[in-house]
């Protein structure tokens, strides 16, 4: 008898995320050996283009030497400190960096942002967020304050915490008894806010600032301005809601609201932190900088699990005084210095291979393959893209009869050696910033191929 296989194996005894039991079947896990660049190998030593960056971590791919050598020096020196009571060059280099490279405001001098709270997930770093405004509400005996605005359709991450702020149904609703009682606000519909007509280079127009869906969130925030602690958005793409992408000018209507009714601002840069917008921040495009912004996915570079909660300068007075003051929050791997060290090596890589500045580029030829492929297919029933992120959504009429209409995307493109997860109807590609032309043709190329092959003309 032949000995199991490493996915009989893993059937036996793992339970994946996002993955249904009944799936397993139909699209076993691959075995993965090696990854460099965007590209996958697998056991057989078939390879893979990676489209989506490994859940939209991978920013200047897989295995970068300069991150897995910083990985290599820390862990030889100190793999680990707790961090209550203790610090070190890693955690304390990595924040004077992120302090001095966050959103600012027009004309400031000074950086924005005061104060870094290391975690080790995206959802931790919301629950330090939405904690770090409440508890300065209560501190400041602002009792009322106590409930989170968020936008439908919005992601935020799975703990209980984040999930109440979470806009889409569909998220909340195994868990609705648990959940803490948020507001959701409307957010502009992506067929009449494509991002077509952004010049990821230039000035930004104010998409989405006059839309009806603007109207209807600022008057909401106004009526609930009392109870309400802060707005929770991810500014520019909400990722996890279909690629959906609000507008610019969306985002800074809610921004200056929210600063006019003391009600604070969280940022949920996880996914679109690092460039992925075309700036290092998604929030750089806005005119007024969030109070606190959430960091993690591509913070390592896509390496390791880090998060970060920027908070701005000055927040933290009113946790001063008695140790009764203090927040009362604690991860035990808080600012873990390998993960330090390979996020301070990530953002190395942005100065010495110019990341930003080669993103223009890059994001053209993007744009350029997906209006050509939009044009080319009528099952596309709209496309959208902000810096180097494109999506295509498809006729769901068309496709498979059972249902599945993201899966049987993503297998026929497996089949083809590309990784590709679509979000249900809506295909997109997330690759790392340094992907090659060659690269993405052959995505684009995949991506016209499985359209055809799954939802037929
Ligand atoms: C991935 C993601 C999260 C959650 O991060 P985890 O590390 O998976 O907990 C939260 N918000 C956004 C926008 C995300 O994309």
Redo the contacts with the bound molecule.
């Keep these: 008898m032949s000995a199991p296989s490493l996915v009989e194996r893993d059937r036996a005894a793992l339970w994946h995320p996002a993955t249904h039991f009944g799936d397993l079947e139909r699209v076993p896990p691959l075995a993965i050996v090696e990854a460099r660049g965007a590209w996958l190998t697998e056991e057989s030593g078939r390879r893979i283009l990676d489209g989506i960056g490994s ?2 971590t991978s920013v200047h791919g897989h295995a970068h030497p300069r991150i897995v050598a910083a990985i290599q020096d820390q862990v030889a020196r100190l793999d680990h400190v707790m961090f209550a009571g203790f610090t070190h060059a890693p955690a304390v280099e990595l924040a004077e960096r992120l302090l001095e490279l966050g959103p600012r405001e027009p004309d400031a001098d000074a950086p924005f942002y005061g104060k870094v709270f290391y975690s080790d ?4 770093s ?1 629950e330090v967020a939405l904690k770090l405004s409440y508890q300065s509400r209560v501190l400041r005996g602002q009792t009322n304050k106590r409930r989170f605005a968020a936008l439908q359709n919005s ?5 209980l915490g ?1 999930l109440s702020v979470c806009g889409s149904p569909a998220w909340r609703e195994p868990f609705g008894a648990l959940l803490s009682d948020a507001l959701y606000l409307p957010t502009p519909e992506p067929a009449r806010h494509e991002h077509e007509d952004l010049d990821f280079r230039g000035p930004c127009p104010e998409l989405g600032a006059d839309s009806p869906e603007a109207e209807r969130a600022v008057a909401t925030l106004e009526a609930h301005a009392d109870e309400l602690t802060a707005l929770i958005v ?1 500014p520019l793409i909400q ?2 809601g279909r690629m959906r992408m609000p507008g610019v000018g969306f985002y800074r209507r809610l921004a200056a609201a929210c600063r006019r009714l003391d009600i604070h601002l969280i940022a ?1 840069e ?3 932190g690092f460039g992925r917008t075309g700036r290092l921040f998604a929030s750089e495009w806005a005119e007024l900088a969030p109070d606190l912004l ?1 960091l ?2 591509g913070l390592s570079g896509g390496a390791l ?1 880090l ?1 970060a909660t920027l908070i701005r300068a000055g927040f933290e007075a009113d946790f001063h005084g008695g140790p009764e003051r203090s927040f009362a929050h604690s991860h035990t791997f808080t600012g873990n210095p390998i993960t330090c060290a390979a996020a301070l090596a990530s953002l190395a890589v942005f100065d010495e291979e110019q990341t930003l500045a080669r993103l223009p580029e890059r994001i053209e030829a993007m744009a350029w393959l997906r209006r050509e492929l939009a044009e080319r297919h009528p099952q596309v029933v709209a496309h959208r893209q902000a810096g180097l992120v494109a999506a295509f959504v498809v006729d769901r009429a068309r496709g498979p009869a059972d249902g599945r209409l993201g899966l049987a995307l993503r297998e026929a493109a497996m089949a083809r050696d590309v990784l590709l997860r679509p979000l249900h109807d809506a295909l997109y590609w997330m690759p790392p910033l340094n992907v090659g032309p060659d690269e993405l043709e052959r995505l684009a190329l995949v991506t016209s191929e499985i359209i055809d092959e799954v939802l037929p003309r």
Excluded: L, N, Q
Excluded at 121 to 124: D, L, Q, T, Y
Excluded at 155 to 159: I, P, S, V
């Design positions: 859940w939209w997930c995206g959802s931790a919301i992601y935020h991450g799975e703990t984040a991810e990722c996890a949920d996880i996914a679109v959430c993690s996915k699990p998060a």
